[in-house]
Nanobody, 117 residues
């Protein structure tokens, strides 16, 4: 079955950096887009970044200029480099993969990112 496995979350001080990874396993196809959402306690899930198989990227205004999304198409793996982290970046970060516009997204299990001094 299709699964997305995330890693890289943890505790970091304000101004620090983390790199999240999300790799597909058991896949018989390639995702045409992958990306990240995040969800903080008491808040709605927020889309933060996406990347297509062709390398086109989009970012939410809240992370633009600080976060960078990239992918390795041969591995169906997506990365999120997070720099200049702020306490408001604290959330569970969720990876997703999209096969087509008519199919449900595939989701990772979520990884906790905590930014605190």
């Amino acid at each position: 079955q299709e699964q997305l496995v995330e890693s890289g979350g943890g505790l970091v001080q304000p101004g620090g950096s983390l790199r999240l990874s999300c790799a597909a396993s058991g896949s018989i196809f390639s995702f045409n887009a992958m990306g990240w959402y995040r969800q903080a306690p008491g808040k709605q899930r927020e889309w933060i970044a996406s990347i297509t198989s062709g390398g086109s990227t989009n970012y939410a205004d809240s992370v633009k200029g600080r976060f960078t999304i990239s992918r390795d198409n041969t591995k169906n793996t997506v990365y999120l480099q997070m720099n200049s982290l702020k306490p408001e970046d604290t959330a569970v970060y969720l990876c997703y993969g999209r096969v087509s516009v008519v199919a449900p997204l595939y989701w990772g299990q979520g990884t906790q990112v905590t930014v605190s001094s």
